[in-house]
């Protein structure tokens, strides 16, 4: 519901009220205590601080969740309907921004009014602390809402018609099996072996296995393993709020479904796309473009790697792109442009390279 954004105020000098009302409320920097009788209206109203907060202090960030989201849900669903899956299951926090960016991020002010709340302090501090708190979580749930738009934009834009869950009782062995319900970033974990997310059929006939990784774990892909000493995910990133990336690969029957890494062995299986997003300000920085660059490295590609760029006319270091030990590179800026995500999709249909596995 949308509040009139003065009402948090009126809502703020009742909450207030009830507390200093009351010998049962205790709402103090140590300790808080409502008791049962009064709890459900002291919440209504921290509830409505929340709502008229994100009213005045989200302001055109709003509206651009809004959108972003309305994109997100309008790929989900084309993937569902013409899969016949129940559902595409993302990360909790990325789903609920998805679903509605207004409550998303009224969630992420209720620790802002209880601080206000128990600390005492005045109504302009709680409006910093919330602006402050609304630009962290906006910058962060529509960075990973855009990156799940593209990364499954690219996928949406194969007409894919059926998918697979890959289920294996040891990750040496892996199967196919018909799914309902696809959890993004869900493997059985293993700290050795990678396995894909899901294998997915397109309307041409053609298969391929996705695996929508965090970017991180692909530090990993390379090392042999260290036992007990190993910080990876494990393959099993389910539910994990993390920047990732794409890779898709082709496959000839779904009858054989390979494994994607083999630590143990240091064997990966070469990538015939990878998508990664990422931001001028993270491709500018040295530290980071270093750690892109031991990722590319790390996993071959059959084709050159897609950096979709968050603004337009984004670029890597001089460095970066002179270094002729890094696999080839397309910068794309897609935007909010559906048709430039069939154009990345349409890269599968280029000849792939023969590629060797890194040593």
């Not at 030990?325 to 995500?341: I, K, M, N, W, Y």
Request: charged share 30%; net charge negative.
């Amino acid at each position: 519901m949308t509040h009139d954004a003065l009402e948090w105020r009126r809502a703020l000098r009742s909450v207030r009220a009830m507390v200093d009302g009351s010998d049962e409320i205790v709402c103090t920097p140590e300790r808080l205590a409502i008791p049962p009788s009064s709890r459900e209206g002291f919440y209504r109203l921290v509830s409505e601080i929340q709502e008229g907060l994100v009213e005045e202090a989200a302001g055109s960030d709003l509206a651009r969740s809004e959108s972003l989201a309305a994109r997100c849900r309008a790929v989900k669903k084309r993937i569902e309907d013409a899969s016949g899956l129940s559902e595409l299951a993302l990360p909790a926090s990325v789903g609920h921004y998805i679903e509605s960016p207004r409550r998303a991020l009224e969630k992420t002010l209720f620790c802002c009014v209880m601080d206000c709340l128990q600390t005492g302090e005045d109504q302009r501090a709680l409006y910093r602390n919330a602006c402050g708190a609304l630009d962290r979580a906006h910058a962060s749930l529509a960075r990973y809402a855009y990156e799940f738009w593209t990364y499954f934009g690219v996928v949406a834009a194969l007409d894919p018609v059926r998918f697979w869950l890959v289920e294996s009782p040891d990750t040496v062995q892996t199967f196919a099996t018909p799914a309902e319900r696809i959890v993004v970033g869900h493997q059985v974990t293993s700290p050795e072996r990678r396995i894909p997310d899901a294998v997915f059929e397109t309307k041409s006939g053609r298969l391929f296995a996705f695996k929508n990784e965090p970017a991180r774990e692909l530090d990993f892909y390379g090392l042999r393993i260290r036992r007990r000493r190993d910080m990876s995910l494990g393959g099993n990133s389910a539910d994990q709020l993390a920047h990732r990336v794409l890779m898709l690969y082709e496959l000839e029957s779904i009858a054989s479904i390979p494994l994607l890494a083999d630590r143990d062995k240091l064997m990966i299986r070469p990538v015939d796309l990878m998508v990664e997003v990422l931001s001028q300000k993270e491709m500018a920085k040295p530290s980071f473009a270093s750690h892109v660059a031991s990722r590319y490295r790390a996993v071959p590609s059959r084709r050159s790697v897609c950096v979709v760029t968050l603004e337009e006319g984004a670029s890597f270091p001089a460095e970066f792109e002179a270094d002729l030990t890094l696999p080839a590179r397309d910068l794309v800026f897609v935007g909010s442009e559906e048709r430039r995500l069939e154009d990345i999709a349409r890269l599968l249909d280029d000849a792939a390279l023969q590629v060797e596995q890194p040593a």
